[in-house]
C-alpha cells in the first residue's frame, strides 16, 4: 500500500477525513485534537491539499481505532455549519434514504 | 431437508473460535486492515457505509424453521430487526458491531449456520434451483450435488486465496431457475442417450463489467468425476487467471483471454492426473450425502381437493395468488409456494424479524419445517398440501408476503445501493420501490406477463442488470446519480447480456423511462401472450430507442 | 523472519544465494530459478545440498527434471491474498512425489498455517515472531476436514462411512487396511 503521504491528493474545495470506527463501523470524521468524533461538526476541516495530506497520515496511522479512513467533501451553510460535500457522504452522515423495515 | 452431523456441528464451532481470536487480534491492533480484511471477508463480514454487514450462507437456499428463526434471532439482538435476502442465497444484516460478532457467529453455530467463504476470494456458497427436490421438471435432487460440492469447497487449503471470487451453480431441471449459465461454474445434470446422468460443465459465465454467458467445456461429465473435474478447474485458474488487474481476475476473463477450447484442454490435461485418485466419487459417498437428505413423508393425496376448489371459488383475492405464486409439485395433492418478499414500496428482499418467525411457524405448520431461498429474493414454502392453501394464504397476506407479483413487472431484482453499500455509484432500492409504486396495479401487470426487472447500484451488478429483461445500472455523472437501461437480458437456459437502450437517464427520468419501455413493448408485441424478452428477441432494441427516447 | 520447521522455531541452515553471486562450497544454499536452470549440474557437484526458491508464476512441470539434484524447494507467497503457490505445492507433492523439504517464502501469517501444511509445506519463514509461537496451535485449531489432500488427514466424509462400516468387523478390518 502506498503510503498516503505519497498518494497525489487534489481538492478543490473544503474537505475532511472521515473513517469507520473499528468496533462497530460507525462513521467517524477526525478532529483537529487528532482523535475521532461522530459529530461532523468537530471535524477537522482542511482548505490545502497539505494539510489534507498531514490530517488524513495521522488518521491512517491510527489503525486500531479506525478503518480505511479518506478525505471527503464537506459544503457549509449560510451560518457556517459543516455538511457532507456530496450524496454517499450525505448518506453515510444521514444514514439510509429509505425506511427501514425493521422500524 | 439436510442433516448436518456432529462433524459438520464441529467444523463450524472450530470456525467460530478461530473467527474470535481473529477479530480479537484485529481489536488489539495485532492485525492490520489489510490483514484483516481478507480474513473477515471469508467469514462474510464487509464494511459498509454506516456499519458492518454479515452475510450468511443458506447452502443450495434450505432452511429449516428452527434456522429462520435463529436469523430472526440475530435480527432482533444483533441487528436492527430485518434481514435482506441476496440473489445467491444468502441474507445479509446491516447493522451488526464487529465486537459482537463472534457471539452472533457463535448463536447461528448452534444451528448449525454460518458465513464461511460468503464473501473474499474463495469459493463461495453453492446455489441451485429454489424448488430442487420438489420440482416436477427436474432429473433429481441437485442439492446432493451442492452439498457435496459445499464440503469440498470449505475451508479448501488450495482455494482459499484465488484471484478473485468464484462462483458455481447447479440445476438438474430443464427450466433453470439457478440462472447457472452466469456463474464461474454452471454445471447442468441430464441424461446423456444411454440414460445415465451427468454434468454439463460450464465455465466464466459471470455479470460484472464485462459480463459473459458461461461457455460449456464438458457436454457430459459422470458423476464419479464431478468433484476432481472441478479441482481440476480450480487449479488452471488459481495458476493462470490474472492477479494484475481486479477487474480481469475473474476466470471468465481467463477464458475468454485463452479462449474455452484452450482453456478445456489445460482442464483435460490436469483431470487426466487426478482423475482417479481421491476425488473420485464412488456410489457408497454419494448415497451417504444423498441419505441424510430428508424429506417428508408425503401423504398419499389427490390433485386439487374440495377446500382448494372451494377456496378459489369463495375468494376472487385468493384465486388470484393462487395462479400466481403457487406451483405444481413433484407429489400429487402437494404445491410449491412462493412468499413475495416485494410488497408494493418495500425494499425487495428485506424481512422482517416478525415475518421470520412468523414464516417458519407455517413452515412447521404447512410445509414440513422447511422454508427455501431463490436468487430471486423471494422464499418459498416447497411441501405445502394443497388443501391448506386457503387457510396458508390468509396467513401468508396478513404478515405481508403474499402480494400476487411473482415473475411480474414489481417482482424487482435489486442490490442494495447507495443506501447501504461502499461501493455503489447509485442508490438502487428507492428506485425499485418507485417502480413498484408506479406499476401497483396488478391487473396491469398480469396484462404484461412475465416480466424481471434487475436493478444494481454499481458496475459489480449484484443486482444482476444484464440478466434483467429490463436492467437498470447505476452510474456516476458530475456526482450526480445516472441509470444505464439494458433489455433483453434473462438469466435462464437461454440466458443472454442484455442490450444497452441508450445514454443513461438521471435519477428522477429513470422510473419514467422504465414505463416508456413498457409502453412501447405494449404497442409492439404481435399478440397479447408474447413476452416482452421475445418482442425484444423478435424485433431488436432499435424500436425500442426510437420509442423511448423520441421524447427525450 | 523465524522458520519453522516440526512445529518449532528452528535455525536456518541455508543460505541464499542472489542472482550472480558465487555459491559457496559444502554449505546448503537456495539459489534462484534461474540460476537452478542454468548450473544445474555445476550445483550438484558443489558438495552441499541445494534448494531453489521458486517463483509462483512458472510451472512446476519445468521445475520437475531437476528435483532429484534438490533438497529443498521454496516457494512464494509475494502477498498473504496470492495463493498460486498452494496449487504448485500441491502438484509437487502428490503428482511429483517430491519428499524432500517444502518451504513457504513470503507474506506468511498464522492464518495461512493449516492450508500450507495440508497443500504439502513442512517448513515456513514466518513473518511475525508472534505467529511463529503460534504454530502448533494455528494448525490444531479445526479437527474437521472436508477435502482430501496429499496430507493424508481423513475426510468427514471417509470418517463418516468409516463409522458407518464399523458395525461389522470384516468391515473395520477392510477400513483399517486402506
Ligand atoms: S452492485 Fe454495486 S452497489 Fe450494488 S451491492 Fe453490488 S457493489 Fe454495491
Known amino acids: 500500500m502506498t503510503s498516503p503521504l505519497q498518494q497525489k491528493l487534489k481538492i478543490n474545495g473544503p474537505v475532511m477525513v472521515t473513517a469507520n470506527r473499528l468496533g462497530d463501523g460507525a462513521v467517524i470524521y477526525r478532529t483537529a485534537a487528532g482523535e475521532w468524533t461522530t459529530e461532523i461538526a468537530a471535524a477537522a476541516i482542511a482548505t490545502t491539499a497539505d494539510h489534507a495530506k498531514t490530517l488524513l497520515a495521522a488518521a491512517t496511522a491510527d489503525y486500531v481505532r479506525a478503518v480505511d479512513p479518506y478525505v471527503a467533501p464537506v459544503e457549509f451553510t449560510a451560518d457556517r455549519r459543516v455538511l457532507p460535500g456530496n450524496l454517499r457522504e450525505k448518506i453515510r452522515f444521514a444514514g439510509p434514504t429509505i425506511a427501514l423495515p425493521g422500524a | 431437508m439436510y442433516l448436518y452431523d456432529d462433524f459438520d456441528k464441529t467444523l463450524v464451532d472450530e470456525r467460530v473460535n478461530e473467527f474470535r481470536d481473529q477479530v480479537k487480534r484485529r481489536l488489539s491492533g495485532e492485525l492490520t486492515e489489510e490483514e484483516f480484511k481478507s480474513l473477515r471477508l471469508m467469514n462474510g463480514v464487509y464494511l459498509q457505509l454506516h456499519a458492518y454487514m454479515l452475510r450468511i450462507a443458506i447452502p443450495y437456499g434450505t432452511l429449516s424453521s428452527e434456522q429462520m428463526r435463529m436469523l430472526a434471532h440475530v435480527a432482533r439482538r444483533y441487528d436492527r430487526n430485518y434481514g435482506h435476502f441476496t440473489t445467491r442465497q444468502n441474507i445479509q444484516f446491516n447493522w451488526i458491531k464487529l465486537d459482537e460478532l463472534p457471539d452472533a457467529m457463535a448463536d447461528l453455530a448452534s444451528v448449525k449456520m454460518h458465513a464461511m467463504q460468503t464473501s473474499g476470494n474463495c469459493i463461495r456458497n453453492i446455489t441451485t434451483d429454489q424448488w430442487a427436490g420438489v420440482a416436477p421438471d427436474e432429473i433429481e435432487d441437485a442439492r446432493v450435488w451442492g452439498e457435496i460440492l459445499r464440503q469440498w469447497s470449505t475451508l479448501h487449503p488450495e482455494f482459499s486465496f484465488l484471484p478473485r471470487k468464484f462462483k458455481i451453480a447447479i440445476t438438474a431441471a430443464s427450466h433453470d431457475r439457478a440462472a447457472v449459465k452466469v456463474h464461474d461454474i454452471g454445471l447442468r445434470l441430464h441424461k446423456n442417450g444411454a440414460g445415465e446422468a451427468g454434468f454439463e460443465v460450464m465455465v466464466g459465465g459471470g455479470l460484472g463489467r464485462t459480463a459473459f454467458i458461461g461457455k460449456t467445456i464438458r457436454p457430459f461429465l459422470p458423476k464419479r468425476d464431478l468433484l476432481s473435474y472441478v479441482e481440476a478447474i480450480l487449479r488452471v485458474y488459481n495458476q493462470f487467471g490474472r492477479r494484475d488487474n481486479i477487474y480481469k481476475a475473474r476466470i471468465k476473463i481467463l477464458v475468454h483471454e485463452i479462449g474455452a477450447e484452450a482453456f478445456g484442454r489445460e482442464v483435460e490435461a490436469e483431470w487426466e492426473k487426478i482423475k482417479d485418485g481421491a476425488l473420485a466419487l464412488d456410489p457408497k459417498a454419494i448415497a451417504e450425502i444423498a441419505s441424510r437428505f430428508r424429506y417428508p413423508d408425503y401423504e398419499r393425496l389427490a390433485d386439487e381437493p374440495a377446500e382448494l376448489k372451494a377456496g378459489l371459488a369463495a375468494d376472487a383475492r385468493f384465486d388470484t395468488w393462487f395462479k400466481n405464486s403457487v406451483w405444481r409439485h413433484k407429489v400429487p395433492g402437494y404445491a410449491i409456494v412462493t412468499l413475495s418478499l416485494k410488497p408494493e414500496g418495500g425494499p425487495p428482499g428485506d424481512a422482517t424479524a416478525e415475518q421470520m418467525d412468523a414464516i417458519a411457524d407455517l413452515a412447521d405448520r404447512y410445509s414440513a419445517n422447511e422454508i427455501r431461498v431463490g436468487h430471486e429474493q423471494n422464499l418459498v414454502l416447497p411441501h405445502v398440501r394443497q388443501r391448506d392453501l386457503p387457510e396458508l394464504w390468509r396467513a401468508l397476506d396478513s404478515i405481508g408476503v403474499a402480494t400476487p407479483n411473482v415473475n411480474l413487472v414489481s417482482d424487482i431484482i435489486s442490490c442494495p445501493g447507495l443506501d447501504y453499500c461502499a461501493l455503489a455509484n447509485t442508490r438502487s432500492i428507492p428506485v425499485a420501490q418507485e417502480l413498484t409504486r408506479r406499476f401497483r396495479d396488478l391487473d396491469l401487470a398480469r396484462g404484461l406477463g412475465r416480466l424481471h426487472i434487475n436493478i444494481s447500484g454499481c458496475i459489480n451488478a449484484c443486482g444482476h442488470h444484464h440478466v434483467g429483461h429490463i436492467g437498470i445500472l447505476g452510474v456516476e455523472k458530475n456526482g450526480e446519480e445516472y441509470f444505464q437501461l439494458t433489455i433483453g437480458g434473462r438469466a435462464d437456459e437461454k440466458a443472454e447480456v442484455g442490450a444497452l437502450l441508450g445514454p443513461a437517464v438521471p435519477y428522477d427520468d429513470v422510473v419514467d423511462t422504465v414505463e416508456d419501455i413498457v409502453a412501447a413493448y405494449l404497442e409492439l408485441r404481435e399478440r397479447p401472450d408474447e413476452l416482452f424478452i421475445d418482442t425484444v428477441k423478435r424485433i431488436g432494441v432499435e424500436p425500442f430507442q426510437e420509442r423511448v427516447y423520441a421524447t427525450r | 523472519m523465524p522458520l519453522v520447521k516440526g512445529g518449532r522455531i528452528v535455525e536456518d541452515s541455508y543460505q541464499r544465494v542472489l542472482d550472480d553471486a558465487p555459491v559457496p562450497d559444502r554449505i546448503p544454499v537456495i539459489v534462484p530459478a534461474a540460476r537452478l536452470l542454468a548450473d544445474a549440474d555445476d550445483l550438484a ?83 511475525k515472531e508472534a505467529d511463529a509461537e503460534a504454530f502448533v496451535e494455528a494448525t490444531r485449531r479445526f479437527s474437521v476436514f472436508y477435502q482430501p489432500t496429499g496430507d493424508g488427514r481423513a475426510t468427514a466424509l471417509r470418517a463418516r462411512l468409516a463409522r458407518a462400516s464399523s458395525a461389522t468387523p470384516i468391515a473395520r478390518e477392510r477400513e483399517q487396511v486402506r
Open chain 3, 45 to 127: 557437484r558443489r558438495g552441499g545440498v541445494t534448494g531453489v526458491l521458486w517463483p509462483n508464476d512458472r510451472r512446476i512441470a519445468e521445475l520437475a527434471p531437476h528435483l532429484h539434484k534438490l533438497a529443498l524447494v521454496a516457494l512464494v507467497f509475494p502477498k498473504f491474498k496470492d495463493g498460486r503457490a498452494y496449487s504448485q505445492a500441491r502438484q509437487l507433492r502428490e503428482q511429483y512425489g517430491w519428499r524432500g523439504e517444502l518451504r513457504a517464502t513470503g507474506e506468511i501469517l498464522r492464518d495461512q498455517f493449516m492450508f500450507l501444511e495440508r497443500a504439502g509445506f513442512d517448513s515456513f519463514e514466518v513473518k
